[in-house]
């Protein structure tokens, strides 16, 4: 059973950082991209960001320059670095992969998400 699981979110003041961490463990034989996705109160689920397995990666506009997404592969986790946070990022932070399990094919994970508030 292969199961993802975050970390690191919380409370930050304006302008403050926080990094996020995604664990992936389990029966796993491979992973392909791995994103960070966030739902404020409201709000649909948007994309922030992805890496691929060899690490190209894309980045919403609204956080391009102060977010960076990186991963080890050895350690089957995904990071999420965010820099001068603003109030507007406030939200459930959740990270999704592509991962094939052992004997099986390719399926999307979701995690269970980390709340980050961003306010003074």
């Known amino acids: 059973q292969v199961q993802l699981v975050e970390s690191g979110g919380g409370l930050v003041q304006p302008w403050g950082s926080l990094r996020l961490s995604c664990a992936a463990s389990?029966?796993?034989?491979?992973?392909?991209?791995m994103d960070w996705w966030r739902q404020a109160p409201g709000k649909q689920r948007d994309l922030v960001a992805r890496?691929?397995?060899?690490?190209?990666?894309n980045y919403a506009d609204s956080v391009k320059g102060r977010f960076a997404i990186s991963r080890d592969n050895a350690k089957n986790t995904v990071y999420l670095q965010m820099n001068s946070l603003k109030p507007e990022d406030t939200a459930v932070y959740y990270c999704?992969?592509?991962?094939?399990?052992?004997?099986?094919?390719?399926?999307?994970?979701w995690g269970q998400g980390t709340q980050v508030t961003v306010s003074s």
């Open positions: 999704k992969s592509q991962i094939r399990p052992y004997g099986s094919g390719w399926f999307e994970y």
């Open positions: 389990g029966s796993i034989f491979s992973i392909d991209d």
């Open positions: 890496i691929s397995r060899r690490s190209s990666t």
